[in-house]
T-cell receptor
Framework: KQEVTQIPAALSVPEGENLVLNCSFT??????LQWFRQDPGKGLTSLLL?????REQTSGRLNASLDKSSGRSTLYIAASQPGDSATYLC??????????FGAGTRLTVKP | DGGITQSPKYLFRKEGQNVTLSCEQN?????MYWYRQDPGQGLRLIYY???????QKGDIAEGYSVSREKKESFPLTVTSAQKNPTAFYLC????????????FGPGTRLTVL
């Protein structure tokens, strides 16, 4: 059974710092990997989706990488801002429809 | 605007009562999902449906039921058999083919009194 782990569980950084969030998974036979943002009490907002054949995706200050062989993905956030404060979840797609979620990393960016 | 709506945002229920959570999407997606989120944990799949009039159990289906009579609607009923129903419930949809990932609604927080 696929297990998805996100480390650290919580992270606090000063504004302007570059940071990396980590996601690891146990079964490399994945279909895709998706990073989400969740604000308190809200639904999930999709940030980046990486297909299994891709190595990375970029959107603005965000860059996500995927290394299937080592079972790892990272989300890089450049020049962090207080508005980036949220919980970041990664989810591994095992086929077209089934996704396994990590518990998330709660990020706080201090002004 | 295309999207997924869930209602109500907050729901309170007495023990022993069934309650139904609504999920509607106008994205023309074939697949729809229900997840449960507890504090400090990842999302866990309750039920999913890949097509109208068909649905499958997820990892934690006990105490829940669903229906999929229309493509745009996937209501979830939390029955009295669910031992610990207080949680945040999230509905999602995906195109079903093509792997573009899942889109989520705003969630319903259910509290059992």
């Amino acid at each position: 059974k696929q297990e998805v782990t996100q480390i650290p569980a919580a992270l606090s950084v000063p504004e302007g710092e570059n940071l990396v969030l980590n996601c690891s998974f146990t079964d490399s036979a994945i279909y895709n990997l998706q990073w989400f943002r969740q604000d308190p009490g809200k639904g999930l907002t999709s940030l980046l989706l990486i297909q299994s054949s891709q190595r990375e995706q970029t959107s603005g200050r965000l860059n996500a990488s995927l290394d299937k062989s080592s079972g790892r993905s990272t989300l890089y956030i450049a020049a962090s801002q207080p508005g980036d404060s949220a919980t970041y979840l990664c989810a591994v797609g095992e086929n077209n429809n089934d996704m396994r979620f990590g518990a998330g990393t709660r990020l706080t960016v201090k002004p | 605007d295309g999207g997924i709506t869930q209602s109500p945002k907050y729901l309170f229920r007495k023990e022993g009562q069934n309650v139904t959570l609504s999920c509607e999407q106008n994205l023309n997606h074939d697949a729809m999902y229900w997840y449960r989120q507890d504090p400090g944990q990842g999302l866990r799949l309750i039920y999913y449906s890949q097509i109208v009039n068909d649905f499958q159990k997820g990892d934690i289906a006990e105490g829940y039921s669903v229906s999929r009579e229309k493509k745009e609607s996937f209501p979830l009923t939390v029955t009295s058999a669910q031992k610990n129903p207080t949680a945040f419930y999230l509905c999602a949809s995906s195109i079903g083919q093509g792997g573009i990932g899942q889109f989520f609604g705003p969630g319903t927080r259910l509290t059992v009194l």
